[in-house]
């Protein structure tokens, strides 16, 4: 047993022990290696003797241990620091530590926290560009105000981004309303020049087009929409007439770009009176509309007639800016002219003088005088002389080479007996009657008064001018109205009025086509559904097409009217589809017409009385349609062997002008073409067809052109 002086010293052996253990330790500690078993069986060892004693003596180094007030041992940390309840270590270095970091220290430094490099982002000039142009176009679409749009962008700078800035106007535009698309192209027009070159249109456009694809996605007519813009800038002389054909080969084939081009160029490019209608395609309505171009047109002759200050005419005349409407200013100052003889020669000096500036080109000053020639009529009810001072004006401005030499030989000669008999006031009655009674047949739909009318008028030879009133006040009103001028006109011609007086108030209306397209945007489609429905309906035959386009002046836009007219009636199925060109208002369903002629025609071959048989085919009130008859009639007499029986009904419909033998030849040729098809149920239809063929020749109800 060790002595009581010995108590809490350590033996040399003890003292060995650890100095091994503190050395293994420290080892260790920097070691991720497992302890060795020999420095866990000295370290055991240490505690062991160090806790215990030894030698059966009381443990040493017990007065050094670190207690708790609670009496609990209380393990010592590494490095000196304390455990829960402790003061820990004077200076804390361990690196790892994140008691420096606590913000809410007092003795926190924030030079202490690890460095961190963050990335920041360069904005790329174009993206400035892009976010500046859309909040430009928003303060544009909400003020309208050009001159600050083209201040700002021109302050934006960057023009090599010009390009940019119309896909997005256009694009932006697009999916807005009409106004804000007029606005669109208002401002093209007005930065062409200014600030935008030819090529950065293109570039605009091009993109666009690229683009296409992605815009249909959001905006559903993004085609048209687009082939419109296109036909504006054209129009505008701000894309050149080029850049269509040019994309066509730059595009893939079949592609929606492709389409976008297609569509401009056929349906808006290619229209008559196209300028027009694309200027007010939505609305105009911050540009002069056409009333107002006409005050001004007005304003400046008189105050030009006035002061003859030539000059300033013709700046009024270019700051308009309706190049496409400059025929309003011809046909306004020869008016002009022929009212106050004193204006006529300051007015054939300032159009001579436009002419030579190229302020007004030769197609609108021929556009012009052909306007003035169409409306002669019109004019001589307040000018008698207007015809001769016409004639006058166009000589003289043939003579100085201003105006176009194949001008001079025409002459507006429609009617010209209406105007050499000096009547005028009875042809002023004469339309102011003609007015009324169209307006009480648009509202009661009572043809047989309307006929009784016109009767009590009187006049048959003004039958065109009723032609040409009727159809106008048409034109402007609903589906409605226009399917009943077309069965007014329809009755009328068998009734009161002959081809002839048909074909001249159509000649009268294509005359005047121009005029009317100024309040009838789609005037010339109107008009050629019109003419293709008279040919349908046997009021006029297909060579009177032919003779109205020879009476109307060289160069005039009606011609392209009457090939379309003449496209329309002549497709397949053109009868069944004229009739539902405005809804059918006024006629049997096709289907219905269809089962009413079975029925009529199957009571007649069954022992119906031919009379009756006749009567019914009137009442379908259908005669463009009546070679259906004249099909199923043929069928059923080849299925039932009642040739003879359908022969005769045939001949009677004839004989009272009932199936014209426009209608039959259509009803045989219908039935040649479907022999194929028949010959499957009769086997001999084609035998019995030529039966039927050699019958309907002896008895000269099939036109000479029928094989």
Known sequence: MASPKNEGFLTDQQREVLKIAVQNAEVLSSSPSPRSPTSSVLLQEFHKNAVGGGGGGKPAGARHVRRTHS???VKVKKDGGGGKGTWGKLID???NSDSCLDRNDPNYDSGEEPYELIGSTVLDPFDNYKKSVVTLISEYFSTGSVETATSDLTELGFPEYHSYFIKRLVSTAMDKKDKEKEMASVLLSSLYSKLFTSVQI?????MLLEAI???ALDIPDASDVLAVFISRAVVDEILPPAFIARMKENLPEGSRGIEVLQIAEKSYLSAPHHAELLERRWGGSTRLTVEEAKKKIVNLLKEYVQNGDMSEACRCIRELGVPFFHHEVVKRALILAMEKPGSEIPVLELLKEANNEGLI??????????RVGEILEDLSLDIPSCKTLFDGLVQKAASNKWLDSSFSH???????????????DKLKRYKEEAVTIIHEYFSSDDIPEIIRSLEELNCPEYNPIF????ITLAMDRKNREKEMASVLLSSLSFELFSTDDVANGFTLLLESAEDTALDVLDASDELALFLARAVIDDVLAPLNLEEISSKLPPKCSGNETITMARTLSSARHAGERLLRCWGGGSGWAVEDAKDKIQKLLEEYVTGGDLSE?????RDLNMPFFNHEVVKKGIVMGMERKCDDKVMELFGECFGEGLITINQLSKGFVRVRDGLDDLALDIPDAKEKFRVYVDRARESGWLLASFV
Do not use: E, V, Y
């Open 361 to 370: 080109s030769s197609s609108q000053m021929s556009k012009g005088f052909s």
């Open 613 to 617: 048989a006749c009567r019914c085919i």
């Open 93 to 95: 270095t361990d690196p």
């Open 410 to 424: 025409f002459t507006s000669n429609t009617n010209g007996d209406l105007k050499n008999n000096g009547d005028f």
């Open 202 to 206: 293109s570039q605009g456009f091009m």
């Open 467 to 470: 032609i040409k009133k009727l």
């Open 213 to 215: 694809d992605d815009l």
């Open 71 to 73: 009496g609990k041992s």
